[in-house]
């Protein structure tokens, strides 16, 4: 039966740890209501809190919100090889500890309170980040292959949720936090050589620093426009789907407004048939391409609003091309 589902009748009390999940702790309490690990009050920074820790974790003691604060956690060996999930430290405190060199394979850090911790040399392989507080987090040559950080960082989700109560002056400070963690983290992947992830990360990181821009300046909406067209830079692919975009959208626009076609205006016109208007519209999507790449073979010729609009689309296209080959080179040569 697992340690931390059932209570058993003993003499001693037992620990009143009780985690946001309902995962009840089954150790002896002492005088304050807690067990050894759980209790905030116990100073858990002598050299035999390592073997004492890696002990307890063998034996299936409960993990879950252990109260370890500036600890001297070095090259411990926290895999679980009896199994195949790691161990589940969730809402851990690990405030300060050193756990440089740790074994941390498969590691359940959710929720986990890693502020300042030296992780510099660590195995997180496979690790769960979710929810957990990265901030300060050393990463000097730590292993961090598949870990899953979550779609938002803690400081994220508080932002989120001070922008929504109004609290511009809280909201900008914990994403100011946020960029700092995003830039730690796309730093220590580059230099891992995950580009993938860095690329992810500096989005983030971009994405938190427009956040603590004035709501309707230049530079914000900029930058988002940025975003949008590009992932700064990340997102090649997005170039693609809003030129497919924007060629379907002219083509549409250019099917009413009518092309000149050897002389004769062509048109969307309710007194056509469907497969009339079908043609023209296929006219239209052709020209818009030819437009929208600036090859312009001339059978087409733009009529009325269909010029101005033919010349948007074409300094659009120009652009977009050009943004499209920096982008995708950007990516390629990393």
Same mark, same amino acid.
């Given at each position: 039966m697992p340690y931390y589902t059932v209570k058993m009748k003993r003499n001693n009390p037992l620990c009143q740890y &009780? +985690?946001? +999940? +309902? /995962?009840? %702790? *089954?150790?002896? #309490? &002492?005088?304050?209501g807690f067990c050894y690990w759980h209790d905030k009050s116990i100073d858990k920074t002598g050299s035999e809190v390592r073997g004492k820790l890696e002990l307890y974790a063998k034996d299936g003691g409960l993990l879950r919100g252990i109260y370890i604060e500036k600890s001297n956690l070095h090259n411990i060996d926290l895999v679980n090889r009896q199994s195949k999930k790691g161990y589940d430290f969730s809402y851990a405190k690990l405030y300060h500890c050193d756990l440089s060199n740790a074994h941390l394979f498969k590691i359940n850090f959710?929720?986990? %309170?890693l502020m300042k911790a030296n992780l510099s040399d660590a195995h997180l392989n496979y690790a769960q980040l979710e929810n957990a507080n990265l901030l300060g987090v050393k990463w000097q040559s730590s292993k961090i292959e598949k870990v899953h950080y979550g779609k938002f960082l803690l400081q994220e989700l508080a932002a989120k949720k001070s922008d929504k109560e *109004? +609290?511009?002056? !809280? #909201?900008n400070d914990h994403y100011q936090q946020a960029e700092e963690i995003y830039r730690d983290l796309r730093k220590h992947a580059e230099h891992e050589g995950i580009f993938s992830l860095s690329g992810? /990360?500096?989005? *983030?990181? !971009?994405?938190?620093?427009?956040?603590?821009?004035?709501?309707y300046s230049n530079k914000r909406f900029h930058s988002k426009m940025t975003d949008l067209f590009c992932g700064y830079g990340e997102a090649p692919v997005r170039i693609v789907g809003i030129s497919m975009g924007l060629i379907l959208f002219c #083509?549409? !626009?250019y099917s009413f407004t009518g092309l000149s076609y050897q002389g004769e205006v062509q048109a969307v016109s309710a007194s056509l048939s469907i497969s009339e208007n079908l043609n023209? /519209? =296929?006219?239209? !999507? =052709?020209f818009s391409v030819v437009t929208f790449t600036t090859l312009g073979y001339g059978e087409f010729t733009p009529i009325g609003i269909s010029r101005a609009l033919a010349a948007m689309e074409a300094f659009t296209g120009s652009f977009t091309i050009a943004l499209f080959v920096v982008v995708f080179v950007k990516k390629m040569t990393r």
């Open positions: &009780n +985690d946001p +999940d +309902d /995962f009840l %702790c *089954k150790g002896e #309490a &002492n005088e304050s959710s929720h986990t %309170c *109004k +609290d511009i002056e !809280l #909201a992810r /990360f500096i989005q *983030k990181e !971009l994405t938190m620093r427009r956040m603590q821009l004035p709501r #083509a549409l !626009l023209i /519209f =296929y006219s239209s !999507l =052709y």
